[in-house]
C-alpha cells in the first residue's frame, strides 16, 4: 500500500472548479485503485510520497515529491496574466518542473509544453487525462426545462463555464456577444456560470453553479462557449461534449485536441470570427444535429475508456 500526502488546503474542494476539478479526479482514482493510502499534510512525515496537487512544490521529509502542473498559459500568451501573478504562475511552474522528482499533468499538451518551454524530459511527466464525472450525460427534456424555469434563464442560450481569472478570455467573448447579439432572436441569451469578478455586458450571470446541477444546464445550451487562452485539461469540454452540446473553445492548449468534430476551434484573439461561430450554431439547425451527433460519439467513446490509473501511480512510486 503507497502511503501518499496530499496537502488540499488552497484548494476549495467543497465547491470544486478548475484545478479543484481535477484534484478530486486524481484522488478518486487513486483510491478506486486500493493500491494507494491518502493521507493529509499531518501525516505528510510517515508518508511515501509527497504529492501537491495545487502546483506548489512541497519539499516533504526526504520523500519521492510528485506535483500537478497544469496551467502553461503564462509562457503562451504573457497577456492573459497581470504582472505579478505572471511573475508567481512562473516561479512556481518553473521552481516544480525543477526540483520535483515527477510531474502529474492532465493533458498531453502540458507535457509537451513542459519539454518544449522548460526542457523536462518526458520520463519526469505522467499524463493523466480526467475524464467528466458519471453525472455528466445529455439529461432529459423535464429535468433541462425545470431548471431553466428555476434559474429563470432565456428559452435558448448559449453557456459559459469558468472562473473569472483574465486567462478566460472573457474581453474577447464580450466583444463577439456584441456583435452576434443584434442578428440573434430575442429569446437568445448567453449565460455564465462560475465564481470571481468580471462578465460580459447583456449576459445572465448566475455565479457558482453546483456541479449536481451542472448536466442539466448544460444540457439545455444551444452551445457550450470558452474563449480562454489556455487550458490545461480538457475536462470542461468533456462535460460539454458529454451532455451532446456543442463546443466553441479557442484553438489553444488541451481544449482544441479534445473538441474534434464536436464543435468548433477558434482563433482566441478574433472576436469577428467568434461571433460568426455563435450566429452560425444558432440559426443552423442542420450544424447543431451534426455537431450534438458527434458529441455523443465522443462521449461514448469516452465512457469505454476511462483513464487508466496504472502510469499515475507508477510515476507516484516511481517505477521504471
Known sequence: MLTISCDTSRLDLERPAGLAVYAIAVLNALRATREAAIVGAEGARGADVVLSLDGRFRTGHGQRTVTVISDLGHLLDRRGYGTREWFLQNWRVASAARRSHQLVVPSTAVGFGLERYLGTPARRVTVFEAHPAPAFRRRPRQEVEAERATLGLPE????????????????????????????????????????????????????????????ALISGAVAWVNPSLYEGSAVGVWEAISCGVPALVAATGASAHAVGRAGMALAPRDPGAWAAAIVEVVANADLRASLGAASLRAAAELRSSPPDPGPLLQGLRGGG
Open 156 to 215: 435558448r442560450y448559449l453557456l459559459f463555464v469558468g472562473a473569472r481569472s483574465r486567462r478566460k478570455n472573457l474581453r474577447l467573448l464580450a466583444d463577439a456577444w456584441a456583435l452576434a447579439r443584434p442578428r440573434l432572436g430575442s429569446e437568445v441569451g448567453l449565460v455564465l456560470a462560475g465564481g470571481g469578478r468580471g462578465g460580459v455586458p447583456e449576459a445572465r450571470d448566475l455565479g457558482y453553479v453546483d456541479a449536481d446541477r451542472l448536466p
